[in-house]
């Protein structure tokens, strides 16, 4: 956020706020962010902890409100700026200060003003506007939910081996059938076929057909045929829905009793500002768009689990909102469920920390049996499973260290590829006779950094940027950022991998799990906009980092012709592809005593 400051002697001058702080102090506004949102499970709501008192099915709402509040990053974003400002204001003493509109700068104005500084800034949104957005967001969620089971086919019944419950906006059509269309656990969801048998396993197919960049809002009314994926939707006719009916139908009682807490009221005080318009919204946000969707998932979870009758259920990203909502049904239908780690576990994920009294029972519920955990998480490696074990507090029990079948496919089709093929992913790419460096990220994370990389490479006449885009987007939403960039071309969101790693003289991202596939191909990486959930590596120093364009072009050359620190890396790669999709199947299939 860049602001305008007057300051005595000085007159008006302009600054970035963020700038301010270095990587102890974000990394400390995530920890105090977390500390924040975790507190809120002890607050009273009308005399009762807020975990005992939202519940559905017995089973506590406080699974899904803090990924919720995690999820929108407002507190987060919030603290950052107040620490930011506490800086500013150290340092600078200013006497009046002028914000932009930006999101969430009404916690600037908020601050100056409660430290008596002049402030021409932005104030609070007005809450009845916002509230009727939210309002008039989950109406239509809600439509849609009810629209997408409209002249649904029977779902076919069980029992089953293996049900596994895949994203649909993951799935890739254009492949035949099976368990290898999924384009992130393919290669397990193919060794489970292969010692099963593949109609033993059923797929099931969670969230909308579409990526949210693409998404449409006549997609719920739509045929939704991808192969073996039997939507869920199926599994859960109208009548089955009641209960998360019931549930939307009371967001706004929801919502009264957050908002009249007394202790949510005196935590919306961040760092001695009122920030209670901010945590108003995100506690609307919590009772009208989280908890109807949650509730709605359990519904349908339940549903499909027991129309199919599994001995074991299966599915990834499983600490988020579709996951918890299956494990806490397989729970209670006794139905173990297998989680499937699908990419890079950040230490910053509230999703996967959990406090020690959120493991156990809740004394003031006698239906909570404690954090749904899935029966066995699987795992790539030993750090992944050190922080589980740690701040994630998972009994050693529910956690396996199975590899990544993702990563062996990958290095074994790297193998693969011939010359001609490399030079035709290069081609394909715009490479020409430049030097190819792969960009691959969300847009939505490197949007900050991303300036700063398209400045350093423009630059750079001699190398040229190919910008993978994530499967969650769409390649359009870089068009502004690169327009006018001749070296840099933006590739289709499905281009295969492979090619474009064996082609890579490097890579740069910012928290994408690419970047440890590339070590373990020998492929250099350079992290931008740090800190991040990557700088334990560059700390490490097995990956580079930078924080702005002049970083960015040393860390490009760096990486480009700096032999030593390319052979560090050429010497950790991989030598061949291991069994990680055959160890995971067998965890699964040990979950229920499965046997080929």
Same mark, same amino acid.
């Given at each position: 956020m860049r602001l305008d400051i007057e300051t005595a002697g000085h007159g008006w001058r302009q600054i970035d706020l963020l700038a301010l702080l270095d990587a102890g102090a974000e990394e400390a506004a995530h920890e105090e962010a977390y500390a924040w949102i975790k507190a809120i499970r002890h607050l009273r709501v009308e005399g009762e902890p807020f975990r005992s008192r939202f519940t559905f099915r017995g089973d506590s709402l406080w699974w899904f409100a803090e990924l919720y509040l995690h999820k929108e990053q407002a507190i987060y974003s919030a603290i950052r700026l107040l620490r930011a400002f506490e800086r500013l204001v150290a340092g600078e003493q200013p006497r009046a200060l002028r914000v932009p509109r930006t999101r969430h700068a009404?916690?600037?104005? @908020?601050?100056?003003?409660?430290?008596?500084i002049s402030c021409d800034g932005p104030s609070w949104r007005n809450a009845t506007a916002a509230l009727m957005r939210m309002d008039t967001r989950a109406m239509r969620l809600h439509a849609a939910a009810r629209l997408s089971r409209v002249r649904r086919p029977p779902a076919p019944a069980g029992p089953i081996a293996v049900a596994a419950f895949v994203h649909r906006a993951f799935w890739k059509k254009r492949i035949a059938s099976g368990g290898g269309a999924e384009a992130y656990i393919g290669p397990v969801l193919r060794a489970l076929e292969s010692r099963l048998g593949g109609a033993s396993v059923r797929y099931v197919g969670i969230g909308p057909r579409t990526n949210f960049r693409a998404r449409r809002w006549w997609d719920p009314l739509t045929a939704g045929g991808e192969d073996a994926v039997v939507p869920i939707e199926q599994f859960a006719p109208d009548g089955a829905m009641r209960a998360s009916r019931d549930l939307h139908a009371r967001r706004h009682e929801l919502r009264r009793r957050l908002w009249g807490s007394a202790d949510l009221r005196a935590h919306a005080v961040l760092r001695g500002v009122d920030c209670w318009p901010l945590v108003r919204e995100q506690l609307a946000g919590i009772a009208l768009l989280q908890w109807p969707w #949650?509730?709605?998932? &359990?519904?349908? @979870?339940? @549903? =499909?689990?027991?129309a199919l009758r599994p001995d074991v259920a299966v599915t990834y990203a499983e600490a988020g909102g579709w996951g918890r909502a299956l494990a806490l049904e397989g729970r209670r239908l006794g139905v173990p469920l297998a989680g499937l780690q699908h990419g890079f576990i950040y230490r910053h994920w509230?999703?996967?920390?959990?406090?020690?009294?959120?493991?156990?029972?809740?004394?003031?519920n006698a239906d909570d049996r404690g954090f749904p955990f899935p029966a066995k998480t699987l795992l790539f490696d030993e750090y992944a499973a050190a922080h589980l074990r740690g701040p994630g507090h998972f009994p050693d029990?529910?956690?396996?260290v199975t590899g990544s079948a993702r990563l062996d496919e990958l290095i074994a089709a790297v193998a693969a590829l011939t010359p001609p093929e490399v030079e035709r992913a290069a081609h394909g790419a715009g490479a020409g006779q430049r030097a190819l460096i792969l960009f691959a990220a969300k847009e939505r994370e490197a949007r900050a950094a991303l300036p700063g990389l398209v400045a350093a490479v423009r630059a750079m006449p001699d190398v040229q940027l190919a910008i993978k885009p994530h499967p969650a987007e769409t390649p359009g939403v870089y068009a502004a950022a690169v327009a006018g960039a001749a070296n840099i071309r933006v590739l289709a969101a499905d281009t295969p991998l492979p090619g474009l790693l064996a082609a890579a003289r490097g890579l740069v991202t910012v928290n994408s799990t690419v970047a440890i596939d590339a070590l373990s191909l020998g492929v250099p990486s350079l992290v931008i906009?740090?800190?991040?959930?990557? #700088?334990?590596?560059?700390?490490?120093?097995? &990956?580079?980092? =930078?924080?702005?364009? @002049?970083?960015?072009r040393q860390g490009l050359a760096t990486l480009l012709y700096d032999q030593e620190f390319r052979r560090k890396i050429e010497r950790g790669r991989s030598p061949a592809a291991g069994n990680a999709a055959a160890a995971s199947a067998e965890a699964v299939m040990a979950l229920r005593g499965l046997r080929p």
């Open positions: 009404a916690v600037v104005t @908020a601050a100056a003003l409660a430290r008596g #949650s509730a709605r998932a &359990m519904d349908e @979870a339940a @549903a =499909a689990l027991a509230l999703n996967y920390r959990h406090e020690p009294d959120e493991i156990v029972s809740d004394i003031g029990g529910a956690i396996a906009g740090l800190p991040n959930n990557l #700088s334990p590596f560059v700390d490490a120093g097995v &990956m580079l980092g =930078a924080s702005d364009e @002049a970083e960015i």
